[in-house]
T-cell receptor, first 115, second 112 residues
Framework: EAGVVQSPRYKIIEKKQPVAFWCNPISGHNTLYWYRQNLGQGPELLIRYENEEAVDDSQLPKDRFSAERLKGVDSTLKIQPAELGDSAVYLC?????????????FGPGTRLTVL | GNSVTQMEGPVTLSEEAFLTINCTYTATGYPSLFWYVQYPGEGLQLLLKATKADDKGSNKGFEATYRKETTSFHLEKGSVQVSDSAVYFCALLDNYGQNFVFGPGTRLSVLP
């Protein structure tokens, strides 16, 4: 069974440029998460989807970040415009969503460097 | 708010040594507790979990017991191997099942 797929794996951009990350969760997983992991820190939740509905986006900086999961399967996270402080690894995870303690499966992440 | 505190790393051990990585948490109610591991160049993987007080999670020789009285979930392994070298993250999920919080991670290096 394929795991969580993310692309690209690495992205280098200049500040003020837009950038987008893509995530395809494990087939059948209803819940999808986007996290940001700064260097030397644990992941921090940005947004959580239940199917196509964003049920928790309280930590998403909505002035520059946006996300969508139109068909309840794959998802895109966008930053526009990017700032130097956005340099981090962006992780996508998914879970079955049957119960809250279902295991989250993480993708390899996208490492973003903003110059 | 909810938070997780882990012992600072890096932790360097010789092969076959005993491992303890401390984890304490602050949360209201009865959270579920997790240990995730991140091997070099790979994504985070669930190592073990415990969903209620006094539960013991175990996997791959690692163990952790949910201690509500001390709000702790320390990770232990009796004999580490070089292949255990990784970053270990303690995490909690609040009892509403909505807020997943990770600790900062502890890097473990095991020397042959």
């Amino acid at each position: 069974e394929a795991g969580v797929v993310q692309s690209p794996r690495y992205k280098i951009i200049e500040k003020k440029q837009p950038v987008a990350f893509w995530c395809n969760p494990i087939s059948g997983h209803n819940t999808l998460y986007w996290y940001r992991q700064n260097l030397g820190q644990g992941p921090e939740l940005l947004i959580r989807y239940e199917n196509e509905e964003a049920v928790d986006d309280s930590q998403l900086p909505k002035d520059r970040f946006s996300a969508e999961r139109l068909k309840g399967v794959d998802s895109t996270l966008k930053i526009q415009p990017a700032e130097l402080g956005d340099s981090a690894v962006y992780l996508c995870a998914s879970s079955l969503g049957r119960v809250s303690t279902d295991t989250q499966y993480f993708g390899p992440g996208t490492r973003l460097t903003v110059l | 708010g909810n938070s997780v505190t882990q012992m600072e790393g890096p932790v360097t051990l010789s092969e076959e040594a005993f491992l303890t990585i401390n984890c304490t948490y602050t949360a209201t109610g009865y959270p579920s507790l997790f240990w995730y591991v991140q091997y070099p160049g790979e994504g985070l993987q669930l190592l073990l979990k415990a969903t209620k007080a006094d539960d013991k999670g175990s996997n791959k020789g690692f163990e952790a017991t949910y201690r509500k009285e001390t709000t702790s979930f320390h990770l232990e392994k009796g004999s580490v191997q070089v292949s255990d070298s990784a970053v270990y993250f303690c995490a909690l999920l609040d009892n509403y099942g909505q807020n997943f919080v990770f600790g900062p991670g502890t890097r473990l290096s095991v020397l042959p």
